[in-house]
């Protein structure tokens, strides 16, 4: 309310005061910020140009869409004043009231046309800025404007060619601030037409070649022009130039420059995926930066740089940054690594010790879907499953921490926990396993504090599942049938029914699962129904086929009794 | 894109007649968690201190002050937690963040995902420079006694998120003359009427 006072005042001291208070603490938002539509009003008409600097401030930082509407008509009086201060703050307001109401940029658009002609670089850098907001909006506009390309790269290379200027040389590089913005629209006009990207061309890659890059404002221009380039349809050995530019700044010491590099190439290593390959060992050596902004850009431009050619470096590389990487950025590497390893792993073993790597490294940041994923996987490739089941008998001996990786084990065990006994396989060095370790294994998974019920449950089952393939014993099972988890009681319940009112039936319960077809979210239910329906509890009694244990894709069968 | 194309006709001022409107788009506009509007080039500036101390905020699009003091907490924590020698952009949510330490403040913008952060980089600098040149070897205790006027050197060089005057003096030169129309006017109306 002070600030509406203060507003309304002629003096200029308040006038100046009240209208900072109303931009910093009334918003468009606020019902007070319509009162001072009247007073903005009045003051843009006023004959002191500071006065009415200050009101076209204050609508362009808080107007509200309704106030735009109202003063519109006066800023297009305001455009076409004689005062090259007042358009300035005029064409900038016009930006404002274009955002907040779409419709208005009509009215606009015969005025920015001819304020491009200014000599004020203040103006023409507000035309510009208008003249790019109008063709956002609009493609109707923007054909319109396309004629103003060649008027454009005059103005360009006013700025680059020219004499060295006191007042808008920023360290050699003439109004670097117009530039870029110059570049903004050239690039929106540019793009997606021939005609405008040729007229274009020569003054790119006049750009690209003499701006000096030492500093960051060259740079910044170079940046610029090389988005552009980019965008619009320019000719191959201007893309090429764009590239190289790239390239150069990722070997700049400084790291700002490293990033947006690694940015850009973002951008296009979908479209020009060969190029930004050239440039695969630089980016790779950014992971090893101790910049966290550095390494998740360099973390993501490596995992689109993975091919089929390249994928054992590269995953040496992802593997050995999992290690060492900050913690928000482990899940993203492990999934992006699992993505990876899944398109191009050039063998089943390879893809399983990658999986195991990562579930070793990075258990606790992996997503759920990983474990039935990798269970899927590994029933797939029968010829391994030896070799599998030892190397997570020998990770799980080591840890039993990571949940994912101990839930794998315990399944591999439970299924193939006979090959484990035998002691032969081609792959690794044989080593005899007496069966009483095994079981000793599982018994210290189910009684860890850091083991989770789902963890448990797994164990539990596999337990179970051993019954038949290793030995007869399993008395530690029925502990677990006073077990506080509910899901735990109910399993162990069962399996000692199983062992006692249905003994004979256990072998064909517990048989091994066949392999599992990856096509939907609904597979698993499929295979397990198959599977129990060979085993009918009785005649009569209701059978419930395969209820989905925890919800995930896991294979475990529960008959109810 | 969707969203703010959306929420811009949602402003529409046609519907918002009513306050009982207002805040229900208030609401949803809260709900939907923070809308920007769209293509600004600076979406806020802030400038702090190292001890977390707030001494000058812009803000380029409407928001909440609920909203406001999250971007602020926000800020203050993922900049003040930089080690020395990093990289000038941070990314948070879908904007990038651009900052620069002088002295002992932090200049903090938040700019579009499709803006320039060299130039952002070079937008900070400039500012710094104009406030020297204004306040003549400037240090944290002018902008904290002459708030006001860090404010009016800011609007003269930015407004609505965009770079308004690209020229030094210029800005120099508008400042002198404001501050002499103030003064002008402040002597006159407070001479004694003999």
């Not at chain 1, 907040?100 to 002609?117: I, M, N, P, Q, Y």
């Not at chain 1, 370790?437 to 797994?458: C, I, K």
Request: proline share 3%.
């Amino acid at each position: 309310m002070e600030c509406v006072r203060m507003i309304a005042s002629p003096r200029y001291s308040e006038k100046r005061v009240g209208y900072l208070g109303a931009m910093m603490l009334l918003d468009e938002k606020q019902d007070a910020s319509l009162l001072i539509t009247n007073s903005i009003k009045n003051d843009l008409s006023n004959s002191n140009q500071y006065i009415q600097s200050l009101a076209l401030c204050t609508l362009a930082c808080m107007g509200s869409a309704e106030m735009c509407r109202d003063l519109a008509p006066e800023i297009d009086r305001l455009l076409r004043a004689s005062n090259s201060y007042i358009k300035k703050k005029a064409a900038l307001c016009a930006v404002h009231i274009v955002r907040k109401v779409h419709d208005l940029g009509e009215l606009f658009t015969k005025a920015a046309r001819s304020l491009l002609t200014e000599k004020n670089h203040g103006v023409v850098h507000g035309a510009v800025v208008l003249i790019t907001e109008l063709c956002e909006r609009n493609s109707e506009t923007l054909e319109r404007f396309r004629k103003t390309v060649p008027d454009l790269v005059q103005i360009m290379k006013g700025l680059v060619i020219s004499g060295y200027s006191p007042d808008h040389d920023v360290a050699g590089i003439s109004d670097p601030f117009l530039q870029v913005r110059i570049l903004r629209l050239l690039r929106i006009l540019g793009r997606n037409n021939e005609a405008a990207s040729d007229a274009m061309n020569d003054l790119l890659a006049q750009v690209a070649t003499n701006t000096d890059s030492t500093k960051t404002v060259g740079n910044a221009v170079l940046y610029e022009t090389v988005l552009t380039v980019l965008d619009i349809k320019s000719e191959s050995g201007l893309r090429v130039l764009a590239v190289n530019i790239l390239g150069r700044f990722l070997l700049n010491n400084d790291r700002n420059i490293r990033y947006i590099a690694m940015t850009s190439l973002q951008k296009i290593v979908g479209t020009d995926h060969n190029a930004v390959q050239r440039h695969r060992g630089t980016i790779v050596d950014c992971l090893k930066d101790q910049d966290a902004s550095v390494k998740r850009r360099a973390l993501e431009l490596s995992l689109a740089l993975v091919s089929a050619s390249n994928i054992r470096s590269m995953m040496k590389e992802l593997l050995s940054f999992l290690s060492s990487c900050p913690p928000e950025l482990r899940s993203q590497t492990a999934s992006g690594i699992f993505n990876a390893a899944e398109r191009y792993a050039p063998s089943q073993r390879w893809h399983i010790d990658t999986i195991l790597h990562v579930l070793t490294t990075a258990g606790g940041d992996v997503r759920d879907e990983t474990v039935p994923n990798l269970i899927q996987l590994i029933t797939n490739t029968s010829e391994l499953h030896c070799y599998t089941v030892h190397k997570l008998y020998r990770a799980l001996l080591s840890d039993i921490s990571q949940q994912p990786l101990v839930q794998v084990a315990c399944w591999c065990i439970g299924e193939y926990g006979d090959l484990l006994l035998t002691g032969e396989c081609q792959e690794t060095e044989p080593v005899q396993v007496h069966r009483d370790y095994v079981l000793d294994v599982l018994e210290t998974v189910l009684q860890s504090h850091m083991s989770s019920p789902s963890t448990r449950g797994f164990a539990l089952t596999a337990t179970m599942k051993l019954s038949t393939r290793i030995t007869e014993n399993v008395d530690i099972v029925s502990i677990y049938g006073s077990c506080i988890d509910v899901e735990l009681q109910q399993r162990a319940v069962e399996y000692n029914a199983l062992f006692k009112k249905y003994d004979h039936m256990r072998a064909a319960v517990l048989e091994r699962m066949p392999v599992i077809e990856k096509n939907s979210q609904g597979h698993t239910n499929g295979e397990t129904i198959k599977e129990s329906q060979t085993v009918k509890v009785k005649p009569g009694e209701p059978q419930q086929p395969a209820n989905q244990v925890q919800g995930d894709g896991k294979n475990s069968v529960r008959v109810t009794l | 894109m969707n969203n703010v194309a959306t929420l811009e006709s949602a402003h529409d001022p046609a519907v918002s007649e009513s306050t009982g409107i207002l805040r229900l788009q208030g609401l949803i506009t809260g709900l939907q968690g923070f809308i920007w509007a769209a293509y600004k080039m600076m979406r806020f500036l802030l400038l702090f201190s190292r001890q977390g101390k707030l001494r000058l905020q812009k803000w380029f699009t409407p928001l909440t002050d609920r909203e406001k003091k999250k971007v602020i907490r926000d800020m203050m924590m993922l900049v003040l937690a930089r080690p020395p020698r990093s990289c000038n952009f941070l990314q948070w949510r879908d904007l990038k963040i651009v900052y620069k330490r002088y002295a002992s403040l932090y200049f903090c913008a938040g700019l579009e995902d499709k803006d320039n952060e060299l130039l952002a980089l070079e937008v900070l600098h400039r500012y710094v420079e104009l406030l020297d040149k204004y306040f003549g070897n400037v240090c944290e205790l002018d902008i904290i006694f002459n708030f006001e006027k860090a404010y009016f050197i800011l609007d003269e060089f930015l407004m609505g998120g965009e770079i308004l005057e690209t020229s030094k003096l210029a800005v120099g030169v508008s400042m002198e003359e404001a501050d002499t129309l103030q003064e002008t006017m402040e002597e006159y109306m407070s001479k004694p009427a003999y």
